[in-house]
């Protein structure tokens, strides 16, 4: 019997409200199957493209949605979810031509112009986007999106003030969802900080978190980096069959969110001879479909056959070289790949992978004043940033132990953020000697490339290595004792 287009509705919308975006996905899609007529049919394939976006499944989420722009060319919310699904990729040129689409068809779409303004942010051009934002107040365009875009705009402009002064009253006014409000109660928290305001700042975005609390179990993920550390044994990975790509393109960057890694992506990425994909999911998928287990996890090597591993190694490298483009190294920018270098180093043998380390609370600081769309639910409270962070130390230090004789050929190394930041050119010079090229002054001038990416705060773009942050958490201190207590042996002391 065919399936209840309603009920799969149903489904899908309890899946979102759960936080499930793979589960949704999956219901969603089977909706679209089955009901080829529905009225939420555009609605739903729309949702699914925000869905993948959400997901972390940016690649995907642009193919998807340019079909269901193709197939509906003058829908305005389609159009805006491509050019935001675009800017999430770090495609910015396609999602400026998406958003000047956009403006054509409707030149008083809000959250179009807040995009305009914000991409030209990005790219250096903060004036032309402060006029976009000026002269649609003129014209009278009242709307959320305008105020966060100019809060990311402000630092630069000197308008700090003003902007804080006008999501507060935003916010005051009510009338948003929780999205909305979340949204203006982290940039006015980020703002608030920059102005030195901080016990105003920390309760802001205290609020703010407390409003999308989500869901997360620490103790689930204790016992998963427990099962990889006893798991990915040299044995059990070097039982594992090899493909014939050897990935000697591939250079990872992982880490903790918000520790430094897309400091790392510019430095590299800003050499003639390297490229980056942005973030990928494709290591998770072909792990996942290698092992269907998380975290790629092989409980019997021996079922993995070679066919497989041919299989997962290309499905991964031909979507991180249709990103990359060609270059001599390919960046994957993704943080969580950190849990995936036992079986991901068998895949990619003789890739790079570039850890990202800093201070846990100023990671922690960072990740409380960051209003993540793309899951990372343990950063809502400071305990489960503790049990994630402390999860994370002890299975990096696990790889460094078994990968030298389980994947020789996989290239493993730390990068200290605070090192980078107090001494850029020997850290640069180093990574960029880690990674296989010849050294290129344009490493340090990574700011002036144009190789923009989205995780950078917008006022931080443009200016090279940025030390604004370090040593943030000494503002913070009197907050911390969940994150240490969380991390036990783990903290740090001094």
């Given at each position: 019997m065919a399936p209840n287009p309603d009920m799969l509705l149903r489904q899908g919308q309890a899946c979102v409200n759960a936080g499930d975006h793979a589960g949704a996905i999956d219901i969603y899609t089977r909706f679209l199957r089955s009901a080829p007529s529905h009225p939420s049919r555009l609605g739903i394939s729309i949702r699914v493209g925000q869905l993948m976006?959400?997901?972390?499944?940016?690649?995907?989420?642009?193919?998807?949605?340019?079909?269901?722009?193709?197939?509906?060319?003058?829908?305005?919310?389609?159009?805006?979810?491509?050019?935001?699904?675009?800017?999430?990729?770090?495609?910015?040129?396609?999602?400026?031509?998406?958003?000047?689409?956009?403006?054509?068809?409707?030149?008083?779409?809000?959250?179009?112009?807040?995009?305009?303004?914000t991409l030209l942010n990005y790219i250096g051009r903060a004036e032309e986007g402060g006029a976009v934002l000026d002269e649609a107040a003129a014209r009278g365009i009242r709307h959320w999106s305008i105020e966060l875009a100019l809060a990311g705009l402000a630092p630069g402009l000197g308008?700090?003030?003003?902007?804080?002064?006008?999501?507060?009253?935003?916010?005051d006014a009510g009338g948003?969802?929780?999205?909305?409000?979340?949204?203006?109660?982290?940039?006015?928290?980020?703002?608030?900080?920059?102005?030195?305001?901080?016990?105003?700042?920390?309760?802001?975005?205290?609020?703010?978190?407390?409003?999308?609390?989500?869901?997360?179990?620490?103790?689930?993920?204790?016992?998963?980096?427990?099962?990889?550390?006893?798991?990915?044994?040299?044995?059990?990975?070097?039982?594992?069959?090899?493909?014939?790509?050897?990935?000697?393109?591939?250079?990872?960057?992982?880490?903790?969110?918000?520790?430094?890694?897309?400091?790392?992506?510019?430095?590299?990425?800003?050499?003639?001879?390297?490229?980056?994909?942005?973030?990928?999911?494709?290591?998770?998928?072909?792990?996942?479909?290698?092992?269907?287990?998380?975290?790629?996890?092989?409980?019997?090597?021996?079922?993995?056959?070679?066919?497989?591993?041919?299989?997962?190694?290309?499905?991964y490298l031909s979507e991180l070289r249709a990103r990359a483009g060609k270059a001599t190294r390919r960046i994957d920018k993704s943080p969580p790949n950190w849990q995936l270098l036992g079986t991901g180093s068998r895949v990619l043998p003789e890739a790079r992978a570039i850890f990202s380390e800093r201070d846990p609370r100023d990671t922690a600081i960072s990740c409380v004043f960051?209003?993540?769309?793309?899951?990372?639910?343990?950063?809502?409270?400071?305990?489960?940033?503790?049990?994630?962070?402390?999860?994370?130390?002890?299975?990096?230090?696990?790889?460094e132990r078994v990968l030298p004789e389980a994947a020789p050929g996989l290239r493993f190394t730390r990068a200290v953020y605070e090192n980078v930041v107090a001494s850029p050119e020997p850290e640069a010079r180093r990574l960029v000697e880690f990674a296989g090229l010849e050294w290129d002054d344009a490493c340090l001038r990574f700011g002036q490339t144009k190789k923009i990416v989205t995780t950078l705060n917008?006022?931080?773009?443009?200016?090279?290595?940025?030390?604004?942050?370090?040593?943030?958490?000494?503002?913070?201190?009197?907050h911390l004792e969940p994150l240490l207590g969380a991390m036990g042996d783990e903290a740090p002391t001094d």
């Amino acid at each position: 019997m065919a399936p209840n287009p309603d009920m799969l509705l149903r489904q899908g919308q309890a899946c979102v409200n759960a936080g499930d975006h793979a589960g949704a996905i999956d219901i969603y899609t089977r909706f679209l199957r089955s009901a080829p007529s529905h009225p939420s049919r555009l609605g739903i394939s729309i949702r699914v493209g925000q869905l993948m976006m959400l997901a972390g499944r940016h690649t995907k989420s642009v193919a998807h949605l340019k079909k269901v722009v193709d197939r509906n060319t003058r829908d305005t919310d389609a159009i805006y979810a491509l050019a935001q699904a675009q800017a999430f990729a770090s495609m910015l040129a396609d999602a400026t031509a998406t958003v000047e689409r956009l403006l054509a068809i409707d030149p008083d779409h809000a959250e179009g112009i807040a995009r305009r303004a914000t991409l030209l942010n990005y790219i250096g051009r903060a004036e032309e986007g402060g006029a976009v934002l000026d002269e649609a107040a003129a014209r009278g365009i009242r709307h959320w999106s305008i105020e966060l875009a100019l809060a990311g705009l402000a630092p630069g402009l000197g308008r700090m003030e003003e902007s804080v002064d006008r999501m507060r009253a935003m916010v005051d006014a009510g009338g948003l969802d929780k999205q909305e409000h979340a949204e203006l109660l982290f940039n006015t928290g980020y703002l608030l900080d920059k102005l030195g305001r901080y016990d105003e700042a920390w309760e802001s975005v205290t609020r703010g978190n407390a409003l999308e609390p989500g869901a997360w179990d620490a103790g689930a993920f204790t016992a998963y980096i427990d099962g990889l550390i006893q798991t990915q044994t040299p044995g059990a990975l070097r039982a594992l069959p090899e493909p014939m790509d050897r990935a000697s393109d591939v250079v990872l960057i992982l880490g903790s969110p918000r520790s430094g890694t897309t400091l790392l992506e510019q430095i590299i990425a800003s050499h003639p001879q390297a490229a980056t994909a942005g973030e990928l999911s494709a290591l998770h998928d072909a792990l996942l479909g290698l092992t269907g287990a998380p975290g790629g996890a092989v409980e019997d090597p021996r079922r993995v056959r070679p066919a497989d591993m041919i299989k997962a190694s290309g499905a991964y490298l031909s979507e991180l070289r249709a990103r990359a483009g060609k270059a001599t190294r390919r960046i994957d920018k993704s943080p969580p790949n950190w849990q995936l270098l036992g079986t991901g180093s068998r895949v990619l043998p003789e890739a790079r992978a570039i850890f990202s380390e800093r201070d846990p609370r100023d990671t922690a600081i960072s990740c409380v004043f960051r209003h993540f769309l793309t899951g990372n639910h343990f950063t809502k409270r400071l305990d489960w940033l503790g049990v994630y962070l402390a999860g994370k130390q002890r299975l990096v230090r696990h790889w460094e132990r078994v990968l030298p004789e389980a994947a020789p050929g996989l290239r493993f190394t730390r990068a200290v953020y605070e090192n980078v930041v107090a001494s850029p050119e020997p850290e640069a010079r180093r990574l960029v000697e880690f990674a296989g090229l010849e050294w290129d002054d344009a490493c340090l001038r990574f700011g002036q490339t144009k190789k923009i990416v989205t995780t950078l705060n917008a006022d931080q773009t443009g200016k090279g290595v940025y030390t604004g942050s370090a040593q943030r958490w000494r503002r913070y201190e009197k907050h911390l004792e969940p994150l240490l207590g969380a991390m036990g042996d783990e903290a740090p002391t001094d």
